[in-house]
Nanobody
Framework: QVQLVESGGGLVQAGGSLRLSCAAS????????MGWDRQVPGKQRALVAT???????NNSDSVKGRFTISRDNAKNTVYLQMNSLKPEDTAVYYC?????????WGEGTQVTVSS
């Protein structure tokens, strides 16, 4: 069984920084693409950033220049460094990972940015 566990969320003032982590554990041979989505109550979940196993990244326009996704393949872990945070970044952040033919999701971590 595979689990994704996020950490690093919390409350921060506008302009501040947070670093999210997400570790995959369980019966894992190799982790493919990983990424982060976020969701605000009443709205659809939206892509934030993705990273392939080889390190190619893709960020949504709303976070370009502020957020950086990275990963450590040896630890099956993906990170999201969030700088210059804005109140509109407030959301529950979910990590995801492609393992074999299945997409797995974490349970989410709350990020709240106060103005």
């Amino acid at each position: 069984q595979v689990q994704l566990v996020e950490s690093g969320g919390g409350l921060v003032q506008a302009g501040g920084s947070l670093r999210l982590s997400c570790a995959a554990s369980g019966s894992i041979y190799s982790v493919g693409a990983m990424g982060w989505d976020r969701q605000v109550p009443g709205k659809q979940r939206a892509l934030v950033a993705t990273i392939t196993r080889s390190g190619s990244t893709n960020n949504s326009d709303s976070v370009k220049g502020r957020f950086t996704i990275s990963r450590d393949n040896a630890k099956n872990t993906v990170y999201l460094q969030m700088n210059s945070l804005k109140p509109e970044d407030t959301a529950v952040y979910y990590c995801n990972a492609q393992i074999a033919i299945t997409q797995y999701w974490g349970e989410g971590t709350q990020v709240t940015v106060s103005s």
